[in-house]
């Protein structure tokens, strides 16, 4: 088995092995991966919801509603429910009564994006110090905000040059391993504020922890933290995830629309890394959908400088290519990674390259909006049927 595979399969069974996590596999063998017990559904179709709970043998007491949901749906735990059955049936109901909206999802779990399929690149490995080049003087300070993993204290990033909800000390909780796999997070965020940081002066990632030390979230922990945007214009979303039946998922699409519908802001969002060709990797995915708000997402897929990553999702759906193979940036210092820096691959780090070049972008094009418009028009590379970035 190569490392890499050792690797992945490793992550993988840190996966499988979190109780609260359920999958049902596609006809291909490709998973979707949700909150064992758990059913979001649309207020107005709730009737239906306890119908199709009554079909799988539970009576009224047995629901559990919990909260952290916006107002207009509910959030129900049952254990034992069949959640992508109780879903569907849902759905098909409030499709026969007119309804076109996804009525009813489990709370999807998503994943930072080299988290267990980094592609043919492995694990991050280490590399000689980058530079980050200082801010100047009267530069206009762009904030990113970046929901991600923790912080490591133990790491290049200056201190001054970002926010961070939560900062731990590395030596104090985690190892890493041969592979150098942590049994933590594993830097992903000190990783992708380090590209930010490096493609542009004028940036300050807020890095909010949204993800857990296996690489997973909830859809609800993506839209609490999401909720926490305002005043930033420019949000990195290095993770994602597939959906029952490849619809939108439930709850993330009104979080996204009322973020997205008015004012100035753009999502960047990662295209995952499973060399996937047909299949929404969503929150990207929302850049090819109908919704009014869809040129407000940058789906970015990854090249090697030469051609699209072989291990990139792609799609009709992704807006630009930028560089995610072998990127170098700031890690965490540690024996294996001594100077703290390190090469690692995946859609993750595509993403904040993107936004970087949107805030480089925004002094002259005066709002977000079109800033993310000049960086997607003014790539003049190709890579395939996309364009990209150098």
């Given at each position: 088995?190569?490392?890499?595979?050792?690797?992945?399969?490793?992550?993988?069974?840190?996966?499988?092995?979190?109780?609260?996590?359920?999958?049902?596999?596609?006809?291909?063998?490709?998973?979707?991966?949700?909150?064992?017990?758990?059913?979001?559904?649309?207020?107005?179709?709730?009737?239906?919801a306890r119908q199709a709970f009554a079909e799988q043998g539970f009576a009224a007491?047995?629901?559990?509603?919990?909260?952290?949901?916006?107002?207009?749906?509910?959030?129900?735990?049952?254990?034992?429910?069949?959640?992508?059955?109780?879903?569907?049936?849902?759905?098909?109901?409030?499709?026969?009564?007119?309804?076109?909206?996804?009525?009813?999802?489990?709370?999807?779990?998503?994943?930072?994006?080299?988290?267990?399929?980094?592609?043919?690149?492995?694990?991050?490995?280490?590399?000689?110090?980058?530079?980050?080049?200082?801010?100047?003087?009267?530069?206009?300070?762009?904030?990113?905000?970046?929901?991600?993993?923790?912080?490591?204290?133990?790491?290049?990033?200056?201190?001054?040059?970002?926010?961070?909800?939560?900062?731990?000390?590395?030596?104090?909780?985690?190892?890493?391993?041969?592979?150098?796999?942590?049994?933590?997070?594993?830097?992903?965020?000190?990783?992708?504020?380090?590209?930010?940081?490096?493609?542009?002066?004028?940036?300050?990632?807020?890095?909010?922890?949204?993800?857990?030390?296996?690489?997973?979230?909830?859809?609800?922990?993506?839209?609490?933290?999401?909720?926490?945007?305002?005043?930033?214009?420019?949000?990195?979303?290095?993770?994602?995830?597939?959906?029952?039946?490849?619809?939108?998922?439930?709850?993330?699409?009104?979080?996204?629309?009322?973020?997205?519908?008015?004012?100035?802001?753009?999502?960047?969002?990662?295209?995952?890394?499973?060399?996937?060709?047909?299949?929404?990797?969503?929150?990207?995915?929302?850049?090819?959908?109908?919704?009014?708000?869809?040129?407000?997402?940058?789906?970015?897929?990854?090249?090697?400088?030469?051609?699209?990553?072989?291990?990139?999702?792609?799609?009709?759906?992704?807006?630009?290519?930028?560089?995610?193979?072998?990127?170098?940036?700031?890690?965490?210092?540690?024996?294996?990674?001594?100077?703290?820096?390190?090469?690692?691959?995946?859609?993750?780090?595509?993403?904040?390259y993107v936004a970087a070049a949107i805030a480089d972008a925004l002094p002259g094009?005066?709002?977000?909006?079109?800033?993310?418009?000049?960086?997607?028009?003014?790539?003049?590379?190709?890579?395939?049927?996309?364009?990209?970035?150098?």
């Open positions: 088995m190569a490392p890499a595979e050792g690797w992945r399969t490793r992550r993988a069974r840190r996966l499988a092995g979190l109780p609260w996590v359920r999958r049902e596999d596609r006809a291909d063998g490709s998973p979707v991966r949700f909150v064992a017990d758990e059913l979001l559904v649309l207020d107005e179709h709730f009737a239906t007491r047995d629901i559990v509603e919990e909260g952290d949901v916006p107002s207009g749906f509910r959030r129900v735990r049952l254990p034992g429910l069949d959640v992508a059955r109780a879903a569907r049936r849902v759905r098909v109901q409030a499709e026969a009564a007119g309804d076109t909206r996804v009525a009813a999802g489990p709370n999807h779990v998503f994943v930072s994006t080299p988290f267990e399929h980094a592609g043919a690149y492995g694990p991050p490995c280490p590399a000689p110090p980058g530079t980050l080049p200082a801010r100047t003087d009267g530069t206009e300070e762009v904030g990113v905000l970046v929901l991600d993993t923790g912080v490591w204290l133990n790491s290049p990033l200056p201190k001054d040059r970002y926010v961070a909800e939560e900062q731990r000390d590395f030596e104090s909780d985690v190892d890493i391993d041969e592979d150098g796999i942590t049994a933590g997070d594993a830097g992903h965020a000190n990783f992708v504020a380090g590209v930010l940081l490096t493609r542009s002066p004028r940036v300050q990632p807020r890095l909010m922890k949204i993800v857990d030390t296996f690489g997973v979230c909830r859809e609800t922990d993506l839209v609490a933290g999401l909720r926490q945007a305002d005043g930033y214009r420019i949000i990195n979303l290095s993770l994602g995830g597939y959906t029952l039946d490849d619809r939108p998922p439930v709850l993330l699409t009104a979080a996204l629309a009322g973020l997205l519908t008015s004012g100035d802001r753009v999502v960047v969002a990662a295209a995952g890394n499973d060399g996937q060709h047909d299949r929404p990797f969503w929150p990207a995915a929302y850049a090819g959908t109908s919704a009014p708000w869809r040129r407000r997402v940058v789906a970015v897929a990854a090249h090697d400088g030469l051609r699209i990553a072989e291990w990139s999702n792609t799609g009709t759906w992704i807006t630009v290519a930028a560089p995610g193979a072998n990127v170098t940036s700031t890690f965490v210092n540690h024996e294996r990674f001594p100077d703290g820096w390190a090469r690692w691959s995946g859609t993750s780090f595509a993403t904040p094009a005066g709002s977000v909006r079109l800033a993310a418009e000049a960086v997607v028009g003014g790539a003049n590379r190709r890579y395939g049927r996309y364009a990209g970035l150098d």
